[in-house]
């Protein structure tokens, strides 16, 4: 499994990152905005999101129709994704619809917003809003991180709420695409079969027109404060928690050790939280994971139990937490190595996983690392790394929110 | 089977079956045991399920932790499910991770020790994943439409009953292994970096003595088609509709996969167009082929707000019937293109391969080669495709409908 390395930045400031694996069967194309939820005030929460729909709804050329029917003529995987920091558009193909692929996500970016399809997909994302509210899970999310961040930006909704989709108006969505959807906030990942000097014309071609973009990112300390919040919700049958303190950022050498160390207490199978809680059935999910955001970063637990359960699991999963500061050894940080490592290896065979992979990487840092650099950093990681991570994010101050039936039930 | 592909069926009924995927690093296990809800004792629906977390709680001459240590040190990315006829385990890692892994398999499925205090840790993570249905409506559709479209016992859930995991003891569960973990039925598959000389002996070595009759499968009724709705306060509607179709071995397999990829393969699809892009009703929709042993069926799913669910399900129905008048050229060659595509990328990753290969075995007593494949789907023509849905109109249909109010049916 050979994979090269290329990059062009195009004269317009297109970044163009690309991981060529000739072994692969096809070729995914992926174009990345460093732009999502928390780049939004008040008045258009959830337009990135919002404009990621939109963005299948045509441009000058093309109608929404032309827009479906051209992906699936070249057979092609595809889809957006929108995130708090960042948003993504792509396709994975046969290596023969390539330029057909990269032409039509490049109109894809290039929306033309007409009002009509405007006013038909905020129905749909008032649909999608409302099939989010019959999943605990996600309510619980949106609760968290609305609490946790207060007033920082990253507490925005990804999907806004039925209030703010209602009142958004087309220009105020033309306008956020103006500012900040071009090259210089921008990249374009590709993995896979290709001919790298192929691929920088065809971006010339299609992309090279398009004005640079300059749209910092404001970039606030978030303050945190221990808090508890409790939703209840007669309906349910089970109780959901989750608890989030301050991390690294993706920006952060510790990362790799924070992934490390989710791992070791947190993953679904063989952690400690996993013989703490699951094993014995006190919860029937105990996770605790790593959210890396731009510029700060968060740990996260996540139970799910019963609800007359929930204290109790709560309290053996914060003495795990603070347990796992002093005691972590080496047989535990190897296996949970061994386990990313393989994770690694898969994702390198598969393009599509890659490409988001390497995109979502320069997104973040402008960096490009390979399967190699990430082995070797994370065969790096010790016990004395995990140590000197928790002396340096304590666990606290904790944001707990935890959604259930209430006292009634229990 | 040239040298791509192998195929060995054990004395003893156990059937080896190998993909080599030329580039790729890692391998992948799929290992299918004849124990699925079908054939879960009558008064022990969820025994399977039960079964598939006890075998993991310690195995051979390890403990739980042990066996778990063991696995996550080689690295191996696991997994396990219940589905209608096998329970399924899974393995991927770099390939000589996952062949040393065999071994320990051989240990989980054939020495377990199906411990005591395991046992009711398991049967109580049963329960509470089973009170969990009711908080996600979506998940709570899929499984009432199952059990209300397919006749018993192939609509049973694998989740089980309160009443039968209430009753549920260790002594059941002990003799439910004994006589349903056994070799004839088993498929196990291994796809990627592998030799086809090493995968025989290895398997011979780890389950050639093993033994014992696959239980006896039933035959597959015709589904009546029937209607249901469950009473519950959530925000969406969500609507489930099934219909009979053919088996995955009859001439007409491909005439339909085609018909359903019409209906909605991509975002061209007719559902896709008609009840979400013209109308805005709904986030998601969507309809799938689906097979069994002997039988097919097409499901579909759609959800919508409470007030605009009788529109989705009248436009989804409208939708099915105009099925009747054909798929032009376009339509089927975007089918045909998808439908390729999607298997020539699956070529990429070995988990998949791992599982299509069992899948195949299992449906149709061999592997195709993908190149067999991709003719089938180019063999189809126009024609073909229209004197079916001509000839075979869908239906009858289950509906079930889960929210607050009860639609009108078609």
Redesign the interface.
């Known amino acids: ?1 050979p994979l090269t390395f290329h990059y062009k930045q195009l004269p317009n400031g297109l970044d163009i990152v690309a991981e060529q694996n ?5 070729i995914a194309l992926g174009l990345f905005v460093k732009t999502g939820s928390r780049d939004e005030d008040q008045s258009v929460n959830g337009v990135s999101h919002f404009l990621e729909h939109m963005m ?1 709804k045509g441009s000058s050329r093309y109608t ?2 032309d ?3 051209i ?8 889809n957006a994704f929108t995130s708090q920091e960042m948003t993504g558009y792509y396709a ?3 290596p023969e619809f390539t330029e057909r692929a990269l032409e039509h996500l490049s109109h894809l970016l290039r929306p033309a917003i007409r009002d009509e399809d405007f006013n ?9 809003i ?2 989010y ?4 899970g996600h309510r619980l999310y949106e609760k968290l991180m609305a609490a946790h961040f207060g007033s920082h930006p990253l507490s925005m909704s990804i999907l806004g709420s039925p209030q703010s989709i209602q009142k958004l108006q087309r220009d105020q969505m033309a306008r956020y695409f103006q500012q900040r959807y071009g090259p210089g906030n921008m990249v374009l990942s590709v993995t896979g079969q290709f001919d790298f000097d192929q691929i920088v014309k065809l971006a010339e071609k299609y992309c090279g027109s398009w004005p640079h973009v300059d749209a910092p990112r404001q970039q606030p300390m978030p303050t945190h404060k221990t808090q508890r919040i409790d939703m209840t919700d007669e ?4 109780q959901y928690t989750m608890a989030m303190m301050p991390g690294p950022s993706a920006q952060d050498d510790r990362r790799f050790a924070a992934h490390v160390l989710a791992d070791v207490v947190g993953d679904s ?2 952690s400690r939280l996993y ?1 703490a809680l ?4 006190i919860a ?1 999910e105990a996770d605790f994971g790593f959210y890396p955001h731009d510029g700060c970063g968060s740990f996260y637990l996540a139970l ?3 609800p007359a359960r929930t204290e109790q699991a709560m309290k053996i999963a914060l003495a795990e937490l603070e347990k796992a500061k002093n005691d972590i050894t080496d ?1 535990e940080v ?3 190595r ?2 990313i ?3 690694l ?2 994702q ?4 599509l996983g890659r490409m988001r992979s390497i995109g979502g990487q320069w997104i973040y840092n402008r960096e490009y690392r390979s399967l190699e650099q990430d082995m070797a950093t994370l065969n790096a990681v010790t016990p004395q790394s995990l140590k000197q991570l928790m002396r340096d994010f304590t666990f606290d101050p904790m944001t707990i929110v935890s959604l259930g039936p209430g006292e009634k039930s229990r | 089977m040239g040298d791509r592909y192998f195929q060995h069926t054990l004395r003893n009924g156990l059937t080896l079956l190998g993909e080599r995927m030329p580039g790729m690093v890692s391998a992948a296990m799929t290992l299918l045991v004849p124990a699925g809800s079908t054939t879960d004792p009558l008064n022990a629906s969820g025994s399977a399920t039960v079964l598939s977390d006890l075998v993991l709680r310690g195995a051979g001459s390890r403990d739980s932790r042990a066996l778990t240590d063991h696995l996550d040190s080689m690295g191996l990315r696991r997994s396990s499910s219940v589905g209608v006829q096998h329970t399924r385990f899974g393995s991927a890692a770099v390939a000589q991770r996952v062949l040393d892994g065999l071994e320990v398999y051989g240990d989980i499925i054939r020495r377990p020790l199906l411990p005591e205090s395991g046992f009711d840790a398991a049967r109580d993570l049963a329960m509470q994943a089973l009170a969990g249905i009711d908080d996600d409506p979506r998940q709570k559709l899929m499984v009432k439409l199952r059990e209300w479209h397919f006749p018993f016992p192939y609509g049973r859930n694998s989740m089980g009953t309160v009443e039968d995991l209430e009753h549920m003891t260790l002594k059941d569960v002990r003799a439910d292994h004994a006589s349903r973990y056994h070799a004839q039925g088993a498929i196990l598959s291994l796809a990627g970096n592998i030799d086809f000389n090493q995968i025989r002996e290895l398997a011979e070595r780890t389950f050639g003595d093993w033994d014992g009759k696959a239980p006896a499968s039933f035959a597959t009724k015709p589904p009546p088609g029937r209607v249901l709705h469950e009473n519950q306060k959530s925000e969406q509607t969500h609507i489930g509709i099934a219909w009979p179709s053919v088996p995955e071995t009859d001439p007409d397999y491909y005439t339909v996969r085609m018909a359903v990829e019409v209906l909605s393969g991509g975002m061209s699809g007719r559902l896709f167009t008609e009840v979400r892009e013209k109308r805005g009703l709904c986030y998601s929709v969507w309809a799938g082929y689906s097979s069994l042993k002997g039988s097919g069926s097409v499901m579909g799913y759609a959800g919508s707000s409470n007030d605009r669910a009788q529109a989705t399900l009248d436009c989804f129905i409208a939708e099915l019937h105009r099925m009747r008048e054909g798929v032009t050229a376009e339509e089927l060659e975007r089918a045909k293109i998808g439908l390729k595509a999607s298997t020539i990328m699956q070529g990429e990753s070995t988990s998949a391969r791992a599982g299509a290969i069992a899948h195949d075995f299992f449906m149709r007593g061999r592997i195709r080669p993908l190149d067999e494949i991709k003719d089938a789907i180019d063999s189809v023509s126009v024609d073909q495709v229209n004197a079916y849905l001509k000839a075979h109109e869908a239906g009858p249909f289950t509906i079930v409908t889960v929210g607050p109010k009860a639609l009108n049916m078609p």
């Open positions: 499994m000739p072994d692969a069967h096809s299948f929404w129709q827009v479906n029917r992906f699936d003529e070249i057979g092609a995987k595809y994975n193909v046969l038909t997909e905020k129905k749909v994302i008032l649909e999608e409302a099939m509210l019959d999943d605990p309906k349910l049958n089970r199978d063989g013989w699951v094993d014995n059935a029937e799910t139990t019963d047989d190897e296996r949970a061994n386990k490592a393989s994770g290896v898969l390198g065979e598969i393009p």
